[in-house]
């Protein structure tokens, strides 16, 4: 059992470093599709592990319950989709933004693994300590990945990233910190979420409250929550295309998900309502800030970013809801973390084949690249929230969870903020799609783009998957469930 959760965490370390110093370009290339098929199997193989037993455990460092292997699985998922998706076409040497102001491409592939490594770390983390050390490593890696092209924008927001993503997780830190010392007066101080969620431990209620709000704030900055948001549209749209798809795909509902362990620790010990009272306030204020920037959004990939500002927003909804949304916030993290992977690899291939971010010079998209418009479109409409794609149902079952439980008027205006978000999407998306060519020779565009853009069976896999899983309701809903119920208690 031991090797299922060293693998995630090991392997694309000694992947990255091979492909580091190994000059064999094929070992580059695929290290990141590698590394992410390696979480995969293992995130899988722990779910299966998991059901119905005692949860993988090793030497009180490593702990996969289901939650747990559920996220590795995210992770995998995810991962595969924004490295697959983004080699380039076999025509090609190798992706452009490897190749980008001369950076070596040994490096970027090493800091994908490294990426990968840390957020699998992160997940099967028994230790809030050993967690928080996860969550900082992806953080420097992805600093220098944020700045991989070596333009003046992506190194502008690499070093914003640097200077506001460290901060918020230096708080969570600090609030680690005291919530140890919660501990110190019991028979064993500990940072382990297991034994933090006993009831019989006896926490300082003071600094468990203090504790917990700076964990939450902290890592809700690594999340992307307003109002510690401003470091992801840049970061997002600067990145190569596969790290913007690793980062708003996933690394986003690695935050979230040490949120929802702190929160687990914070509600055994203070109640719901504290906490419950922060990720309102911060779920609210995240819908309102991308209601309101989306609707003058100019370039696409900040309109990405802006959109999973959004998407985290209604998840943290559904945290501060409680137990009986968890399993549509879990879903919605896998359902978000394949569309928007799918979506940011494809907003690469058109940034490479437009030439331009600006979507007002964009037109026409339908009629002269449907290789890229199809899979665009489709992964538009999973995004605004389309049946019959997860995210329909993730939103349903947070929205009903949230009135069941009292909440009716803050879904009411959560609703309502989404509603403007989907007319904002969808008014920018049309203009892509159908709007006129402004091209000084209009017959310059004329002939049906069918040039090579790089792999569509991955995206096809993720929006597909996204499609069937709702409905697959025996084997994803015991998993979700037992998901939701390992933040509360031990089996």
Known sequence: MFIILLVPVAFPLLLGAWALFRVASWVRRFSGVVSSAAILGSGIVAVLLGQGSAPLSSAGILRADTL?????AVVGAVGLVATWGGLAPREADAPVHTEVGGAPRGMYAALVCVFLSAMSLAVLADNLGVMWVAIEATTIATAFLVGHNRTRRSLEAAWKYVILAPAGVAIAFLGIVLIYASSTGTSTPTLSWVALTQMHLHLDPALVRVGAALAVLGFATKAGLAPMHSWLPDAHSQAPAPVSALMSGVLLSVALYSILRIQAVANAVIGAEFLRAL????????????AALLLRQRDYKRMLAYSSIEHMGVMALGAAVGPTALPAVLLYILSHGLIKASLFILAGRLLTAEGTPIISDVRSLLA????????????????????????FFSEVGIILAGWGTGMGVIMAVALALMLVIFAGITRLTVGMMFGSADQPDPHAESALDRSPHGPIVPLVLALGGCAIIPFVSGPIGSVLSDAAVALSRTR
């Open 68 to 72: 747990s292997a559920y996220m590795l």
């Open 279 to 290: 990720l309102v306030a911060g779920s609210l204020l995240s819908l309102a800030i991308a």
């Open 368 to 391: 002269r690249r449907p290789g890229l418009a199809v899979p665009w479109l489709i992964g538009i409409v999973a995004l605004v929230g389309f049946p019959p794609f997860g995210i």
